[in-house]
């Protein structure tokens, strides 16, 4: 017996994103696919944190971390602030709070 799932697929096609954006969003996802980016955003969950902060606490070099927090600014994942010649990097918004609340969550449940 077939069967009939064309109601369904019918909404999936009206509703699917473009595949622009679609790409887009597996980019995100890919962000995510590092373990040192996801400590420096877990990080960043507290509050704003400067570069030797952040090496500090993931004991790495302050250069591997300016690398990683480049992806993340790109990404539109992490934001910075200057004071002085101090830069304070935080997390863009409470979205990305929620990604990784959310994930967490999922992983620990």
Known sequence: MAHDHSELL???KKDMPEDELLQDLGDLFKV???TTRIKIMYAL???EM???AISELLNMTQSAISHQLKTLKDANLVSARRDGKEIYY???DDH???IIA???EHITE
Do not use: H, R
Request: glycine fraction near 14%; include cysteine; hydrophobic fraction near 25%.
């Open 32 to 34: 995510f696919g590092d």
């Open 90 to 92: 935080s997390l863009s």
């Open 10 to 12: 019918k909404k999936i």
């Open 96 to 98: 990305v709070k929620s």
């Open 45 to 47: 969950y507290e509050g």
């Open 50 to 52: 400067c570069v030797c």
């Open 102 to 104: 959310e994930g967490y």
